[in-house]
């Protein structure tokens, strides 16, 4: 069965700090996709990466990377130097198998300070 | 205006009422889905429509109905509704097209906050 693990509920930290969210994926699919998506207090969900299983390099865009690792079956996000616009929930998850369908994880919660 | 709209935004009513919850899109995507969000739980899929003439019943079908009236309308409903209906509702659209992996990157209304009393 397919499962994505977001242990961390809530993350608080003071502006300028960097900050790491786990993201833990279990899946039997060879070929399979992994996702980002953040959801501000506004509420809509808004995509911020995709990767596919075959590719391992880790991702840079500004102050968020990626660090996704098969042999750990992990998918971390890093923002660097956060700031208060960061504050989110974000999610993670897991898409693959006959139909493709996603499987999310239950989303870490994070808290900027200013 | 919003690529996908759902209505309405917010609704209070009561148990075993029925309730319609509305999408509309604008961003002529073939896929619509409908999610719950419940705290703690990630978000769940409701059911998914890959074309007006194709339905499919995701992880949490029961009490659910849908009805694809036309490739931008996907309207979810609760036929007697019941409080652990309670929840956020988003509707979400992808496109294979321009799209071609399987995995779909969605595109989410704002969602639609459903009390049930």
């Known amino acids: 069965a397919q499962k994505v693990t977001q242990a961390q509920t809530e993350i608080s930290v003071v502006e300028k700090e960097d900050v790491t969210l786990d993201c833990v994926y279990e899946t039997r699919d060879t070929t399979y996709y992994l996702f980002w998506y953040k959801q501000p207090p506004s509420g809509e969900l808004v995509f911020l990466i995709r990767r596919n299983s075959f590719d391992e390099q880790n991702e840079i865009s500004g102050r968020y990377s990626w660090n996704f690792q098969k042999s750990t079956s992990s998918f971390n996000f890093t923002i660097t130097a956060s700031q208060v616009v960061d504050s989110a929930v974000y999610f993670c998850?897991?898409?693959?198998?006959?139909?493709?369908?996603?499987?999310w994880g239950a989303g870490t919660k994070l808290i900027i300070k200013p | 205006d919003a690529d996908v709209t759902q209505t309405p935004r917010n609704r209070i009513t009561k148990t075993g009422k029925r309730i319609m919850l509305e999408c509309s899109q604008t961003k002529g995507h073939d896929r619509m889905y409908w999610y719950r969000q419940d705290p703690g739980l990630g978000l769940r899929l409701i059911y998914y429509?890959?074309?007006?003439?194709?339905?499919n019943k995701g992880e949490i079908s029961d009490g659910y109905s849908v009805s694809r009236q036309a490739q931008a309308k996907f309207s979810l409903s609760l036929e007697s509704a019941i409080p652990n209906q309670t929840a956020l509702y988003f509707c979400?659209?992808?496109?294979?097209?321009?799209?071609?992996?399987?995995?779909?990157?969605?595109?989410f209304g704002a969602g639609s906050r459903l009390t049930v009393l």
């Open positions: 998850a897991l898409s693959g198998g006959s139909n493709y369908q996603l499987i």
């Open positions: 979400a659209t992808s496109d294979p097209l321009v799209d071609p992996t399987g995995a779909n990157v969605l595109t």
């Open positions: 429509s890959f074309d007006v003439k194709d339905i």
